[in-house]
C-alpha cells in the first residue's frame, strides 16, 4: 500500500420527502441528496398516518415540500362542469 491515500467516500445521510396531499390520501416520495427515490407511498392524509410515515427512524429528512392537489381538482370540476 505504498504511496495510496485511503480516503473514505464521503456520504450525506439528508433526504427529502415530497407530499402531494389531497383530501383523502397523500402520496409520499423521499429522496436522497442525489436525488434518487428512497421511497414512494400513499398514506391516508391523516396526521397520525404523515407523522408515522415521516419519522421512520431510517430516514434523515432535512426538509418537506407540500402540494396541495385539492385546488387542482377542484378547478378541473369546475372546468367540466362549464
Known sequence: ???LKHQKEKRSMDQFAG???SVKETSLC???DAGRIVREVKVASEPEALVQALTEPCYHLKRIGLVRRFRREARARQRRRH
Do not use: C, E, F
Request: glycine letters at 12%; charged letters at 20%.
Open 1 to 3: 500500500m505504498y504511496g
Open 19 to 21: 407530499l402531494d396531499v
Open 30 to 32: 423521499i429522496v436522497d
